[in-house]
């Protein structure tokens, strides 16, 4: 008989605890693997703190709203004119975003800002973010049942290439921008991916 | 000079001026159309408003490159006797008084009228609310708005 094969057999027979030793090393926790992991975990969630600073700054929060209704200004003030989300999220009939809203910013100040596009999401996933703890962000925008049918990949590169997005750091006259440069977020969001993505509790 | 072509009231236009320039002074000043009124000049007030393709846009914050080759309907558009059922509607309800957002308010509502026919009081103050009066008028807008579609629904 093979020393394996001993090694199985006489684990067998004294029970199942000598068999978990010998059989299956690997479900036996690694000391340095499970630091790794954890250290992995602590920088994804440190990661997300960051990403989440920017998604509950009033750039991306007027939109990410509670309700049928955007916010407007940095003081996230009621869009004036009674206006609606509407159920693709470019407002209701006579009232659709892109009515006032152009694809660029004008030049000057208290106009519409504009990029292409121009929408809330839509009333199925409204993605409203307003209010939610760290944690419940975290799990709104990675569940692809409340954040429009993304993948992590698909968050990804809204992130980094939405024009809608990236109006966010060109937002026109009178309006601030999100504490971290684009570039820094979407470091943070590959960081956040690369460590398995990890939600605060 | 850059040309932009547009179709405005169903006739072939050309501006020769800046694409850049808003739609509300290439009606007004390049075309004569002055039905088409300038309020706020930032898209706050409606007075502005004019059809594009089926939406309601705010003319005076609007390029004329946004229109270029496309459908655009101005007050004057509406009919060529003044007899469009919100004409009708706004005379029979008195709408009017001085008179100056009344072109942006039959354009946003014509824009209403032709996406939802038969509108409740919510989808007319949903629809309407992007058009200011200081008349105050907004109880009679509302009252022609459902008489209009009376009138449409019979011509049908």
């Known amino acids: ?23 299956a090393p690997s479900l036996k926790a690694d000391p340095s ?10 920088k994804g969630v440190s990661a997300f703190g960051e990403i989440a600073s920017v998604l509950t700054s009033p750039r991306c929060l007027n939109c990410h709203v509670v309700g049928e209704s955007p916010l407007q200004g940095d003081d996230s003030h ?65 569940d692809p049942s409340t954040n429009g049918g993304r993948s992590l990949s698909s968050l990804l590169e809204h992130v980094r290439s939405d024009r ?15 504490p971290l440069s684009h570039q820094q977020f979407v470091d943070k969001f590959n960081q956040w991916i690369d460590s398995g993505a990890p939600c605060p509790p | 000079m850059d040309r932009t072509e547009l179709v405005v009231n169903g006739e072939r236009r050309t501006a020769e001026v800046d694409p850049d320039t808003p739609l509300l002074w290439v009606l007004r000043d390049t075309f004569g159309l002055t039905g088409t009124k300038y309020g706020c000049g930032i898209a706050q007030c ?9 939406d309601a846009i705010r003319s005076c914050v609007t390029p004329l490159a946004r229109a270029a080759g496309k459908r655009v309907t101005t007050v004057e558009g509406l009919s060529k006797r003044n007899n469009h059922a919100l004409q009708q509607a706004w005379l029979a309800e008195q709408v009017p008084q001085c008179g100056y957002c009344q072109s942006g308010q039959l354009m946003s509502a014509a824009v209403l009228l032709a996406k939802i026919p038969k509108p409740t009081d919510a989808d007319i103050d949903d629809a309407m609310s992007g058009n200011i009066c200081r008349c105050g008028t907004y109880q009679r807008i509302r009252r022609a708005i459902h008489r209009a579609a009376e009138i449409a629904g019979k011509k049908k």
């Open chain 1, 1 to 23: 008989m093979s020393r394996p094969r001993r090694i199985a057999t006489a684990a067998a027979l004294a029970g199942f605890p000598l068999a978990y030793l010998f059989l």
């Open chain 1, 78 to 142: 009621a869009h004036t004119m009674n206006v609606k989300r509407g159920t693709d999220g470019r407002g209701t009939p006579a009232m659709r975003c892109t009515n006032c809203h152009q694809s660029t910013n004008p030049a000057f100040a208290h106009t519409p800002p504009g990029a292409p596009d121009w929408r809330l999401p839509a009333a199925r996933t409204p993605m409203a973010w307003l209010g939610l703890s760290p944690g419940e962000l975290c799990r709104t925008i990675k």
């Open chain 1, 164 to 178: 809608i997005v990236n109006w966010g750091w060109d937002p026109g006259v009178g309006r601030t921008t999100p």
């Open chain 2, 46 to 54: 409606g007075a502005c408003t004019v059809e594009l393709e089926g």
């Open chain 1, 33 to 42: 693997a499970g630091e790794t992991a954890k250290a992995g975990n602590e």
